[in-house]
């Protein structure tokens, strides 16, 4: 079967405008995610319930700026999708907009993002690859 991506096109840059982190992920996260967080079945999980959104803020900080391949397991069921990486797309405050935007939506119990946190791990993962699936 073969995986699927969605995300930036290998050209893009870092785009500086002003975007709520709602905004962010209506025009970037929302054609695997969709509008609802619902996900793609057998392709991206949904938000809701998710252990990531309620675990570490800094997983979810690598898995946008590093990406992730599948498959990825969750209650059973296989999502055989990829997370494209973000860090070429989105600034530091882009990626806590967006992030605290999920974490809000789909998690509020959850920690919010600081943007220096997205930048202290931005430089910590320079050099790092796409991240493994995670089982």
Known sequence: MAL?????????????????????????????????????????????????LAGS???????????????LERDGKIYKGIMPSWRADLSDEQTADVLNYILATWSPQSPQVAAEDVAKLRAETANSKLLPSAQ
């Open 4 to 52: 699927s991506a969605c995300g930036p096109a290998a050209d893009s840059t870092v785009d500086t405008t002003p975007l709520s982190g709602r905004d962010i992920y209506l025009t970037r996260c929302t054609a695997c995610h969709q509008v609802d967080g619902e996900g793609i079945p057998g392709n991206c999980p949904p938000f809701q319930g998710s252990p990531r």
């Open 57 to 71: 803020s800094e997983e979810l900080i690598r898995l946008l700026l590093l990406g992730q391949r599948g498959p």
